[in-house]
């Protein structure tokens, strides 16, 4: 008997003998089906011919089949990063990502925030520091009914919505290294103010010092903001002073690169006479010469897992159990540091 009309979802599961929803998951790729399974599911597709309506799936979701992503950070990079986490987890699914960039200073931040989460009926949201520092955020998306997940570089929400970097600990380790390596004049190129991840990271900083018992000077800090032209009038006021540092941790690699070229403005030979050590380990550490020791910051992993996290109920129960909440950085030794040169 010749059947009448498209294909649904129903007619895929009740031939498949599997549910609605284990045949949503097959759809959009879900990890969490066996091989068996989604080959069953996926020839009776192909012999119906079944093709899924999105637009009929966004309307019974009451949401459209997309993830957005929420910005206000100078380091292009970053972002990149994170996008690239969002993608490879959303690869091969239904859904998109939208990415929209906020003025943190604004006084209409949360009225446009709230317009644009309303407008585009997102499936969930990934907010980047420094907006994802704001509770009032948080609030909003809860709110409008919207899942969110939120970064930063320490836990700021429940599991479900937070992905954190170990930021100061890493950077206690990267300047125990220095220290071990005989520097006690260590300069540091700090972050904006009113970022998490810049105070976390000169806590660990300030910490590696106090422990050691080495007094940090005010002058041998010098305020950046992850941009390579703030890093590198942070880096000429240090490199001014008399006498100078021997070593430079910069908050991030733009501003370490920044250093290095400084210092060579100067003739200054890296890591001879300045080690340097930056944070992110993006694509210039390894480019430059010498290339960075730096800290690798598992940003495309972050972002991948809190995607995942939003997709956690599209996917089914349990997925976001699986999917960790807090990220270790690790510090990655290359060429730009050494032992100071003896006095």
Same mark, same amino acid.
């Given at each position: 008997?010749?059947r $009448?009309?498209?294909?649904?979802?129903?007619?895929?599961? *009740?031939? +498949?003998g599997?549910?609605?929803?284990?045949? #949503?998951?097959?759809?959009?790729? #879900?990890?969490l089906?066996? %091989?068996?399974? *989604?080959?069953?599911?996926?020839?009776?597709i192909?012999?119906?011919?079944?093709?899924p309506?999105? @637009?009929?799936?966004?309307l019974?979701?009451?949401r459209?089949?997309?993830?957005?992503?929420?910005?206000?950070?100078?380091?292009? @990079?970053?972002?990149?990063?994170? $996008?690239?986490?969002?993608?490879e987890?959303i690869?091969?699914?239904?859904?998109?990502?939208?990415?929209?960039?906020?003025?943190r200073?604004?006084?209409?931040?949360?009225a446009d925030?709230r317009?644009f989460?309303?407008? @585009?009926?997102?499936?969930?949201?990934?907010?980047?520091?420094?907006?994802?520092?704001?509770?009032?955020?948080?609030?909003?998306?809860?709110e409008v009914?919207?899942?969110y997940v939120?970064?930063? #570089?320490t836990?700021l929400d429940?599991?479900?919505?937070?992905v954190?970097s170990?930021d100061?600990?890493?950077?206690? @380790?990267?300047?125990?290294?220095?220290?071990?390596?005989?520097?006690?004049?260590?300069?540091?190129?700090?972050?904006p103010?009113?970022?998490?991840?810049?105070?976390?990271r000169?806590?660990?900083?300030? $910490?590696?010092?106090?422990?050691?018992? =080495?007094?940090?000077?005010?002058?041998l800090?010098a305020d950046?903001?992850?941009?390579?032209?703030?890093?590198?009038?942070?880096?000429?006021?240090?490199?001014?002073?008399?006498?100078?540092?021997?070593?430079?941790?910069?908050?991030?690699?733009?501003?370490?690169?920044?250093?290095?070229?400084?210092?060579?403005?100067?003739?200054?030979t890296?890591?001879?006479?300045l080690?340097?050590i930056?944070f992110d380990?993006?694509?210039?550490?390894?480019?430059?010469?010498?290339?960075?020791?730096?800290?690798?910051?598992? =940003?495309?992993?972050?972002?991948?897992?809190?995607?995942?996290?939003?997709? +956690?109920?599209f996917?089914?129960d349990?997925?976001?159990?699986?999917?960790?909440?807090?990220?270790?950085?690790?510090?990655?030794?290359? %060429?730009?540091?050494?032992?100071?040169?003896?006095?």
């Amino acid at each position: 008997m010749q059947r $009448q009309g498209k294909p649904t979802i129903n007619d895929v599961a *009740r031939l +498949a003998g599997v549910s609605k929803k284990t045949v #949503s998951r097959v759809i959009n790729r #879900s990890p969490l089906l066996n %091989a068996d399974t *989604r080959a069953k599911v996926e020839a009776v597709i192909a012999d119906l011919g079944y093709v899924p309506n999105v @637009q009929a799936r966004a309307l019974a979701l009451r949401r459209n089949f997309l993830l957005g992503l929420i910005h206000d950070n100078p380091n292009a @990079q970053m972002v990149m990063n994170v $996008q690239a986490g969002i993608l490879e987890a959303i690869r091969d699914t239904e859904f998109e990502l939208i990415v929209r960039p906020v003025d943190r200073g604004s006084s209409t931040m949360l009225a446009d925030v709230r317009n644009f989460l309303e407008r @585009q009926r997102l499936y969930g949201v990934l907010i980047l520091p420094p907006v994802s520092e704001n509770e009032m955020i948080a609030q909003l998306c809860q709110e409008v009914g919207c899942r969110y997940v939120r970064m930063g #570089s320490t836990a700021l929400d429940t599991p479900e919505h937070t992905v954190a970097s170990n930021d100061c600990d890493v950077v206690v @380790q990267a300047v125990n290294h220095l220290i071990a390596l005989g520097h006690r004049r260590i300069g540091l190129i700090a972050g904006p103010h009113g970022f998490r991840s810049a105070r976390e990271r000169r806590k660990g900083f300030e $910490q590696a010092l106090a422990e050691a018992g =080495i007094r940090l000077p005010r002058s041998l800090i010098a305020d950046g903001n992850y941009t390579f032209e703030s890093g590198l009038a942070a880096a000429d006021r240090l490199l001014d002073l008399s006498p100078r540092p021997t070593a430079i941790f910069a908050s991030n690699d733009e501003m370490a690169a920044a250093t290095l070229h400084a210092a060579r403005r100067r003739g200054m030979t890296v890591p001879d006479d300045l080690s340097i050590i930056g944070f992110d380990d993006t694509a210039i550490a390894s480019h430059i010469w010498p290339p960075l020791t730096t800290v690798h910051w598992p =940003i495309i992993s972050m972002g991948r897992s809190a995607a995942l996290k939003l997709l +956690a109920d599209f996917f089914g129960d349990g997925h976001a159990v699986e999917e960790p909440s807090l990220f270790h950085s690790t510090l990655i030794h290359r %060429a730009s540091v050494a032992a100071p040169r003896a006095e």
